[in-house]
């Protein structure tokens, strides 16, 4: 037997107060018996621990269940048999929330999720196993009747490679100059970003433009704040072949933003052991971590802390003897 719920609106869009309707479609091979079907409406917040917070939230996210904000059931149909064939059975069910509660807007976030469901359960004699179907639904709040106009920001931004931040070798980077501007800062969040984009000078070959959007989400509690952000790439442009003087590209914004999330590396060095007369050093071109002879070691003008190897030779100290012992592949004894 299968199961499925459509709702009347296929957008699954509403708000706080409306009728949540639609019909529960059994679609059977032979007579289904059921011990009765039942529909219900829940909606709750979420609060979600993530990876990169463990150890600082976790005793705050830990200690907070989910927030019911709508939950109640309804019995559609009493025990008895599903015919044969296509069965559909109408409902409608407020959207009422609990008492002291209003229903927020859908939102899934990285530590917050807020979430609505419809499910519809079938019970069924001991043999069989009880049918479901969960369905989620978007609520959105409803557009106040007065609502003030948005004041439009214009920002105008310039990117260079001295504006760039985070960068490990800047003789890498081309010289080019990128200029445009974000129409307005406020934006509803059902309109599209615009903006410009105009590329005035490049040195190297463009092969294609990407604008990205990062939203940052923050949560905080008594124990401080938890910060990440999802990023969407919209690539707007390609180009195989451009020549490498000046170039200029001209096209709307959809998507800009200018935050970043900020990540803490570890040093790679950490976990390498290298042996006696190496040491760790990171490659700049890869950033990995690899061991090698030692460089340098500083003079030692004290006598009493050289030392003497099996092949009868004095060092200036344990540094020289294990450099010299590394480097030479010889099997030098501090005497």
């Known amino acids: 037997m299968a199961l499925d719920i459509r709702l009347k609106r296929v957008n699954k869009i509403y708000s706080e107060g409306d009728d949540l309707s639609g019909v529960v479609v059994f679609e059977s091979r032979s007579e289904a018996k059921h011990e009765g079907i039942v529909l219900s409406i829940e909606g709750t917040v979420n609060m979600q ?30 025990s008895g048999k599903l015919p044969v064939g296509k069965t559909e059975i109408p409902f409608e069910m407020p959207l009422r929330p609990k008492t002291n509660r209003c229903l927020y807007e859908t939102y899934h976030g990285v530590f917050i999720t807020i979430q609505y469901l419809i499910k519809c359960e079938v019970k069924r004699p001991m043999l069989n196993k009880d049918l479901q179907k969960v369905v989620e639904f978007i609520v959105e709040y409803r557009k106040p009747p007065e609502l003030k106009p948005l004041i439009d920001k214009s920002v105008h931004f310039l990117i260079t490679p001295e504006s760039l931040q985070n960068v490990k070798d800047r003789s890498k980077i081309p010289k080019f100059r990128i ?17 410009e984009l105009c590329v005035e000078q490049c040195d190297a070959v463009i092969r294609s433009i990407e604008l990205q959007l990062v939203r940052v989400e923050t949560c905080g509690c008594a124990e401080g704040y ?35 999330a900020n990540e803490v590396k570890q040093d790679p060095c950490i976990k390498m052991k290298c042996g006696s007369g190496k040491e760790c050093i990171i490659e700049t071109e890869t950033g990995a971590a690899k061991c090698q002879c030692i460089s340098a070691c500083a003079d030692n003008t004290d006598v009493r802390r050289r030392v003497c190897s099996n092949h009868n030779t004095t060092w200036q100290s344990d540094c020289h003897l294990f450099k010299h012992r590394c480097t030479c592949l010889e099997e030098l004894v501090n005497d």
């Open 49 to 78: 621990l993530s990876s990169k917070n463990v150890g600082i939230f976790e005793a705050f996210y830990n200690s907070v269940k989910p927030v019911p904000l709508i939950s109640y059931g309804v019995e559609i149909a009493r």
């Open 179 to 195: 200029s445009g501007q974000l129409e307005s800062t406020v934006c509803k969040i059902t309109e599209p970003f615009t903006g």
């Open 226 to 260: 938890a910060r990440d952000g999802r990023l969407n790439m919209y690539e707007l442009a390609k180009h195989r072949k451009q020549p490498k003087s000046q170039t200029t590209e001209e096209t709307n914004a959809v998507l800009v933003s200018t935050e970043t």
